[in-house]
């Protein structure tokens, strides 16, 4: 089935006791059973709930896997992943990893005996360097935050096939309309759902997708266990949600080409980087990985102060300033005094966080209108 129609169709079948064309939101904590043990598949809705499963279907056919788990929050669905790991054990990350996913690394599991090296994974070498007989864990993102850096997926793959090292993705930036790691060689891809999947900004909720059933049982038992788990609520959203995905990411993408090429012209622009523009350093890898190239993108005013990024950002009137990305709404926002404040000036500036640059989450609405925003303001 092709990619559209798996977005429309995949996980859904009408409700068998009513008919119902769409999965109703079973807002139920417990299942009645005839006899003890004897019941239809639900017993408690932490292990199990009909809304929550018809949505793990979905994420997992989307992503070309055979098992959905979904959480509570992208956060909680990479808490999960750590969770197979032990004392001792050693994960090897990228060094502009997701700001949470870092804390969650060296704040929370860190104190727990688990060793994380962060690394420039633009050159795999570095990966496989950083790789020891202690390592049960490659965690990637890509493309990454802010400066949407490209890591070549089969490439880490290869280093990590054949050996007890799982291969996990961050998946969120891309959403699966655009890139399917699992097909590259993932063991496990994660989504903060509530960005492109979701789409709506209008919930938080997290998922892992996986192929292989002893792994799947794993997270399952974790997920169980420590019962980070969704509401139904918030299942139904997403599974509305992503019966427009293609249709968004096709816009996003459409409309990030516009405004890419256009901020590459502008005489007040430094640097524009987006996966899709020949200039970008791992573009070769992007058109190679992936299906397009999304309406992420950061960019500097040139001279770089951040007296400059405050004005322009506080004169748009159609990209808002806000944290998150990946809504139907076009976004900006400041990464060095927000998302990236926490790190040292000088490191920040030497990945590419200067202090006039701004990520934008292109939105769908008319590329005309948005680019007629940025002239403004830039003006
Ligand atoms: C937002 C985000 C997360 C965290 O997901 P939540 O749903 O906010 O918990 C993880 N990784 C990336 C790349 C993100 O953008």
């Keep these: 089935m092709k990619f559209s129609t798996k977005a429309v169709h995949a996980g ?3 409700d068998p006791s009513t008919g119902a064309i769409m999965t109703p939101i079973f807002q139920t904590s417990t299942y009645v059973q005839a006899a003890p043990g004897d019941h239809k598949g639900y017993e408690y809705s932490r292990t199990h709930n009909p809304t929550r499963t018809a949505l793990q279907h979905a994420l997992a056919a989307l992503e070309n ?5 979904c959480f509570a929050s992208g956060m909680a669905s990479i808490d999960a992943v750590v969770k197979l790991l032990k004392p001792g054990d050693e994960v090897v990350s990228t060094n502009d990893l997701y700001g949470g996913t870092y804390r969650l690394f060296t704040k929370i599991f860190e104190p727990y005996g688990i060793k994380f090296q962060f690394v420039d994974m633009g050159d795999p070498a570095n990966i496989a360097a950083a790789i020891t007989p ?37 998946n969120t930036f891309a959403s699966p309309f ?5 097909d590259l060689g993932a ?18 909720l997290g998922a892992l997708v996986v192929n292989d059933d002893d792994l799947a049982e794993r997270l399952a038992f974790i997920q169980n266990s420590c019962g980070g788990t969704p509401g139904p609520q918030d299942c139904f959203l997403v599974l509305r949600g992503i019966k427009t995905l293609h ?4 816009r996003h993408s459409s409309n990030g080409r516009a405004i890419a090429e256009w901020l590459v012209k502008h005489p007040k622009v430094g640097r524009v980087y987006w996966p899709g523009l020949p200039s970008h350093a791992n573009h070769e890898v992007a058109k190679r990985q992936m299906r397009d190239f999304g309406g992420m993108m950061s960019f ?3 001279g770089d102060h951040q007296a400059d990024a405050t004005k322009f950002l506080s004169s748009c009137q159609l990209f808002t300033l806000a944290e998150s990305l990946g809504g139907v ?16 000036r000088e490191a920040r500036i030497l990945s590419g966080v200067t202090d006039s640059l701004i990520r934008l989450s292109v939105g769908v609405e008319d590329p005309q209108d948005l680019i007629d925003d940025l002239a403004q303001a830039l003006g």
């Design 247 to 250: 249709l968004r990411m096709e």
């Design 65 to 69: 896997g055979k098992h959905g788990l």
């Design 187 to 204: 063991d496990i891809v994660m989504h903060s759902v509530t960005k492109f999947l979701g789409g709506h900004s209008d919930v938080v």
């Design 178 to 182: 655009l890139q399917n790691p699992m």
């Design 12 to 14: 859904v079948e009408p």
């Design 134 to 170: 202690k390592t049960k864990l490659v965690w990637v993102e890509t493309p990454t935050n802010p400066t949407l850096r490209i890591v070549d997926l089969a490439a880490v793959a290869e280093l990590t096939k054949g050996k007890d090292i799982l291969l996990a993705v961050d």
């Design 329 to 344: 709404e076009s976004l900006m926002g400041h990464p060095a005094s927000m998302t990236h404040a926490s790190i040292p």
């Design 300 to 302: 500097t005013i040139k």
